[in-house]
């Protein structure tokens, strides 16, 4: 089951997957149970896995078959500086009763960081089991030879405009580094309801066309940028993991991020990366200006990011994955 949208076909389906669209975007938590137990409840599968995503379906108290939790990051007190004062305190008001009702649900997690959440709000370690997301190698590496990077130095951020992001956080830096002297300049890929703000920003700081907000891209382009980027940068507040990180990596690109959950675990500070504290505009300029003014430094790290990253390919998450789900099914309890 997924939401769906207006004018969505309630079924569909796409890569062997049967979809069941319910409800919407605000509407989903609510129709989805009533929809299983009407529809589905008598199909005799296997394993239910439910992708805890903001709203949690509370599957415990309505399915029908072994279940399996699914987590990237809880919000807590985060959703109050992303969303509305309404959306947040409901994500809020939602997550506080999880560790009680998903209490003995075997639960895969995306980092330990996220693991670390969850027992700490009251899940058992004893349930957790760290899957980290994967990434497809071969995509990035091209020919396999080092990629041609932008003849100026180029910052890219990579994914939603969202306010926890901390694209802002970027742009600052990225002024402070213009006003020292250093003719860099930005990449913002990705839409999302923080861009106006973004754009104002930019404007205000005098960046001009020192930014490029590139919008949705595709994935060819996707690839491009991060191969030929001087360096990936992500300043959020909170990820599960941070896949981006990855996939820069596979590119061979090192990443500077805020030290924040997620992204500690996704870049090993000093080997893939740098790691500054969240919110320190000048810390993030001075780890930015260190990666783009030492070319051997830049090329160890992206090196490092990719050895990184090939510990973590796709077949490998799926066969964790796998196993995972097939030792909490129904096949397994048989």
């Given amino acids: 089951m997924v939401s769906g949208w207006r004018g969505a076909p309630g079924r569909a389906a796409a890569d062997g997957l049967e979809l069941h669209r319910v409800g919407g975007r605000y509407t989903y938590a609510a129709a989805a149970p009533h929809y299983y137990v009407r529809e589905l409840a008598g199909r005799g599968f296997d394993v239910i896995v439910e992708d805890l995503n ?3 379906l509370f599957s415990p108290w309505w399915a029908r078959a072994p279940l399996v939790l699914l987590v990237h990051h809880l919000f807590g007190g985060t959703a ?17 009763p999880v560790p009680r009702v998903y209490r003995g649900v075997p639960t895969q997690v995306v980092s330990p960081s996220t ?4 027992a700490a709000r009251g899940f058992r ?4 089991e760290v899957i980290p997301n994967g990434v497809d190698l071969a995509a990035y590496r091209g020919d396999g030879l080092p990629a041609a990077r932008f003849e100026r130095p180029v910052l890219l951020y990579m994914g939603r405009l969202r306010h926890y992001k901390g694209v802002d956080l970027m742009l600052r830096a990225l002024a402070e580094l213009r006003a020292s002297g250093l003719d860099a300049r930005a990449v913002i890929a990705g839409k999302g309801s923080d861009e106006s703000r973004l754009r104002a920003l930019a404007r205000e700081l005098g960046l001009g066309e020192s930014v490029d907000f590139a919008g949705f891209v595709s994935e060819d382009r996707k690839v491009e940028l991060l191969r030929r980027c001087w360096v990936h ?7 599960g993991w941070g896949l981006t990180v990855l996939e820069a990596g596979a590119a061979a690109t090192a990443s500077v991020v805020s030290d924040s959950p997620g992204l500690r675990d996704s ?13 320190d505009v000048s810390a993030l300029a001075a780890a930015l200006r260190r990666v783009l003014e030492d070319p051997a430094l830049r090329d160890a790290l992206g090196r490092g ?8 390919d796709w077949d490998r998450a799926a066969e964790r994955t796998e196993s995972h789900l097939l030792r909490h099914s129904r096949k397994d309890q048989r």
């Fill in 54 to 56: 903001k709203a949690p």
């Fill in 80 to 96: 109050f500086g992303e969303a509305a004062l309404p959306v947040a305190a409901a994500t809020w008001l939602l997550e506080r």
């Fill in 115 to 118: 693991a670390r959440d969850l």
């Fill in 125 to 128: 370690a004893a349930d957790l």
């Fill in 233 to 239: 940068v992500l300043p959020s507040a909170k990820e």
């Fill in 267 to 279: 870049v090993v500070e000093g080997e893939t990366g740098l790691r500054v504290p969240h919110g």
């Fill in 305 to 312: 990011a990719r050895r990184f990253a090939e510990l973590h």
